[in-house]
């Protein structure tokens, strides 16, 4: 049953696994499900252990926004120094 709902979602994994498919074969697009559906593997069983209720803690709560704000600004630095690394290559060529 979770395979059925996992495969009929739209959603960004399909998309990828669509644009992953069509340029790389079969073999490529199904890695990237396996992956994805191990992904949400992990996350039930996390459920299941009750890693919810641990989570119900304000601390755990804060540290755990905390790490996540990290990330996505670690993220979005790495994205924006990348992106600055094109547009001077692609000046470069031009010139």
Same mark, same amino acid.
């Given at each position: 049953m979770l395979g059925l709902a996992y495969v009929a979602s739209p959603g960004p994994v399909n998309v990828e &696994? !669509? *644009?992953?498919?069509? #340029? /790389?074969? $079969? *073999?490529v697009a199904l890695t990237l499900q396996l992956g994805a559906i191990i992904g949400h593997l992990i996350w039930a069983l996390l459920a299941l252990a009750g890693v919810g209720l641990l989570l119900a803690s304000a601390l755990a709560q804060l540290l755990l926004g #905390? #790490? /996540? &704000? $990290? !990330?996505? $600004?670690?993220?979005g630095w790495s994205a924006l120094r990348g992106w600055q690394k094109l547009a001077a290559a692609a000046q470069a060529e031009r010139e």
């Open positions: &696994t !669509l *644009r992953r498919g069509l #340029a /790389g074969g $079969v *073999r #905390a #790490a /996540g &704000t $990290v !990330l996505l $600004v670690y993220l």
